[in-house]
């Protein structure tokens, strides 16, 4: 009986609160942004799973957000610097996460991007990437979610979720098991 009761507590939906976010400038300017459909469900994943303090970036459109975190590695000897960002006009959630200890060598990158096309064909859900930054190339994982048509274009958008917190939860959960895999295989071609 007690699995069954379990089970319909996970299936309810919680509602949603039509939500205001409120700044405060330091030469008193108070910004109202509407919290939009993504950004909503974000915000509730930062505050419910993570137990972290709201410190999502609206922009002044309230079209795009960006939630930005430090994750420690499991074994804590490194971070990683993770980033969600909404797009509510195009139903867009992407999550970034990069792994910044160690930069690529030249002399290492064919090694490195072998790891990367190999690792990807393994990954069920995003992909590694190495990017440029302005003086060397880093590695970063990248997972994406279309959901447009699905969230309420609703202004006040109230009601039962439509977009759940637990899609920000699997994105995330999945992406950070993948690239600790990830950077143990990397370490071994750096170290080699």
Not at 85 to 107: A, Q, R, V
């Amino acid at each position: 009986m007690a699995k069954k009761k379990e089970s319909t507590e996970i299936q309810k939906k919680t509602p949603v609160i039509p939500l205001i976010q409120t700044e405060v400038l330091e030469d008193g300017t108070v910004i109202s942004k509407r919290v939009k459909p993504l950004t909503y469900s974000l915000m509730s994943w930062v505050k419910r799973n993570m137990n972290l303090p709201d410190t999502i970036n609206i922009e002044d459109n309230e079209d795009f957000a960006q939630f930005q975190l430090t994750m420690p590695s499991p074994d804590e000897d490194f971070e990683y610097d993770c980033y969600f960002n909404t797009d509510e006009k195009n139903g867009l959630i992407m999550f970034y996460m990069y792994y910044l200890d160690d930069e690529i060598p030249g002399d290492k990158e064919q090694q490195i991007k072998d790891l990367i096309l190999n690792s990807n064909m393994q990954c069920l859900t995003g992909q590694v990437q190495m990017v440029s930054n302005t003086t060397s190339k880093l590695i970063r994982y990248y997972s994406g979610l279309c959901v447009e048509g699905i969230a309420s274009e609703d202004p006040d958008y109230a009601g039962e979720f439509q977009i759940s917190p637990l899609l920000y939860q699997n994105m995330f959960v999945k992406g950070f098991n993948f690239m600790n895999k990830f950077v143990d295989e990397l370490k071994e071609v750096l170290e080699n």
